[in-house]
């Protein structure tokens, strides 16, 4: 088995959970007390401290916390950071070329969630090519993510695993404004 | 021009075809597959950290993997029709010279896309009617996200120029990447345009497309946003 192989076999179960999941298909329902539990955990997780969160009750609302002016760098920032963390683990355990070329498998594997933004859209009664661009971005950046934590062989607590369940669970996780978790 | 040569409906005809034909597919193929993959990794990767919000980053990635994605249908394209892998990657070829001006700032990622997209519409919408049938139906596939990424750039900066500070950004980033544009067509009288057009691959000349070029710049810029293009050269 080549490096590459090895790291491709590490995401090929990962890859297939990616394809079973109902993208965005929650988005706008209440918050189950386990999803809010994750979202605290998720930013625990991340270094940012104990934050209360919010659900959002519907796209537009969504798409207009996304672009507020007053959005936590410090949230942004801590998440770069942990995927340089996991990007060097893995490019150490697997090698540079390897990592990549798994990542682009996910990357690939990823351009499908667009269609499930356009359709959850749709459900809403809404046609906006650049909110689904952003919805299906937001989640491929995820799954990007959570390969990378797969990859480092980190755990179901790291972030980017606890985020990435929110997804799984049909959310999206729309970051931190004015010290509050949003998930949508 | 184009007229003259027949159509051919897949990889196995083009087999077939005469050499000149494989040649100009060739070219063309291993040229978008190229460029594609530069403008992902150059300008939108990028991007990414310079947009000013969560929706815009995640919009921008989104951006990025379409542009990636039409790497790859090239690619794939190029896979099938004989090309070394390595030719259809940065590594392997000579990129653009607008390539080599990477992003400093976020204006300048919306001009970028405001006019290199519109560059790249003009180029595929030629494409749209080349004879060989796996070329024009991947053409047509990838349009419409063309099209958003062009819309995208023309969005953003009509928001920019709203304010006085931003209105003096992206007029210096038009400053900075409308005169690297005109080269983007290729030059004048370029053996590569006559075979294209000869194959029915490309319908119009080089000059003919940097016209309307210019001309579709001429009304976003200064007709729509009401900022000055630079002085540029006629001919590349």
Redesign the interface.
């Known amino acids: 088995m080549t490096g590459g192989d090895a790291a491709s076999g590490v995401l090929s179960a990962f890859l297939a959970e990616m394809n079973r999941i109902p993208w965005f298909s929650s988005c706008g329902t209440p918050l189950s007390a386990a999803e809010t539990k994750t979202a605290a955990s998720y930013v625990v997780a991340l270094g940012l401290g104990e934050l209360p969160v919010a659900g959002i009750a519907d796209w537009r609302d969504a ?1 207009a916390l ?4 007053d ?1 936590s760098r410090a949230w ?1 920032d801590a998440e ?1 950071g942990a995927e340089k963390n996991l990007h060097r683990q893995g490019a150490l355990h697997f090698g540079e070329d390897d990592v990549l070329a798994a990542l682009s498998e996910v ?2 594997a ?2 499908s969630i ?1 269609d499930s933004a356009v359709a959850a859209l749709a459900r809403a009664h809404l046609h906006d ?2 909110l689904a ?6 989640a ?2 995820a799954c990007h993510q959570a390969a990378l934590a797969h990859l480092a062989g980190a755990g179901e607590t790291h972030p980017f695993a606890l985020k990435f369940r929110l997804f799984s669970g049909g959310r999206w996780p ?2 931190i404004v004015q010290q509050r978790c949003f998930v949508f | 021009m184009s007229a003259a040569h027949a159509t051919v409906k897949s990889v196995a005809e083009l087999k077939a075809s005469e050499p000149e034909y494989q040649t100009a597919v060739r070219k063309i193929v291993r040229s978008h597959a190229v460029n594609e993959l530069y403008g992902a990794q150059v300008y939108d990767e990028p991007a990414i950290a310079l947009a000013p919000n969560p929706y815009l980053k995640w919009l921008t990635c989104r951006i990025a993997m379409e542009e990636y994605g039409h790497h790859v249908r090239f690619r794939q394209l190029g896979e099938q029709i004989g090309i070394p892998e390595e030719e259809m990657t940065p590594k392997g070829r000579r990129p653009l010279s607008i390539f080599e001006f990477p992003l400093q700032t976020w204006e300048e990622f919306c001009v970028v896309k405001l006019l290199a997209d519109l560059a790249e519409i003009i180029q595929v919408e030629d494409l749209a009617d080349c004879t060989f049938l796996p070329l024009r139906n991947l053409a047509k596939v990838t349009m419409p996200e063309e099209i958003f990424h062009s819309q995208f750039g023309k969005d953003t900066c009509t928001e920019l120029v709203k304010t006085p500070a931003g209105r003096k950004k992206v007029q210096q980033a038009i400053d900075r990447y409308y005169p690297m544009m005109p080269a983007f067509f290729g030059k004048k009288d370029s053996e590569n345009n006559a075979l294209y057009r000869r194959c029915g691959i490309k319908q119009r000349t080089n000059e003919e497309m940097r016209r309307d070029f210019i001309g579709r710049v001429k009304a976003l810029v200064e007709g729509h946003l009401k900022l000055k293009l630079p002085e540029i050269a006629e001919a590349a």
Request: no cysteine.
């Open positions: 798409q996304a672009q507020r002016p959005w942004w770069i990357t690939e990823a351009s667009h090519q650049g661009k952003a919805a299906a971005g937001a491929s950046q729309l970051g």
